[in-house]
């Protein structure tokens, strides 16, 4: 079995079941993230061509509501997607890691709000780091 699929089944399922109103509310925090993100673009007379403020702390919080560190989650995706240590700042990141266990879990049980919230923060996440390293000056000044 996918480690993956072993921590969701073994640690989040669980959780969600013991804990009453846990999705309902990481659910309102994916939905607030989002809501202010998208406040902030609309804000900022910059344009796409500037990076969007990431709730980066903010989303860490999710570790703690689902009673997961970090080191355990990226354990697994170590495991299943079998990448190195070294040099992988994307694949290590639990950003990336707890968002696509939202993914994930929205996919399982057919809850669109997590799909689409947490892929928004990661697509944004995904923009900012090809804006700052591919895009640079040529199109946007």
């Known amino acids: 079995m996918s480690k993956i699929l072993e921590l969701y089944n073994q640690n989040i399922i669980p959780q969600f079941k013991s804990t009453p109103g846990l999705e309902r509310k990481i659910q309102g925090e994916l939905g ?3 809501t202010q993100m998208y406040q902030h ?3 900022s007379s ?6 969007f403020v990431l709730p ?4 860490m919080t999710f570790f703690k509501l689902l009673n997961l560190t970090p080191t355990q989650v990226e354990q697994a995706y170590r495991s299943d997607w079998k990448y190195p240590s070294a040099k992988t700042r994307m694949y290590a990141d639990p950003f990336y ?4 266990l939202l993914v994930f879990h929205g996919l399982k049980t057919k809850q669109d709000v997590f799909v689409n919230h947490a892929m928004l923060l990661i697509l944004s996440k995904l923009w900012n780091g090809r804006k700052s390293d591919f895009i640079k000056r040529s199109i946007c000044w």
């Not at 910059?46 to 990076?51: S, V």
């Not at 890691?97 to 696509?100: E, I, S």
Request: glycine content about 4%; overall charge positive.
């Open 41 to 43: 673009a609309l804000s």
């Open 46 to 51: 910059a344009g796409y061509c500037y990076k």
């Open 56 to 59: 980066i702390l903010n989303v």
């Open 97 to 100: 890691h707890v968002l696509l």
């Open 32 to 34: 607030k993230l989002v």
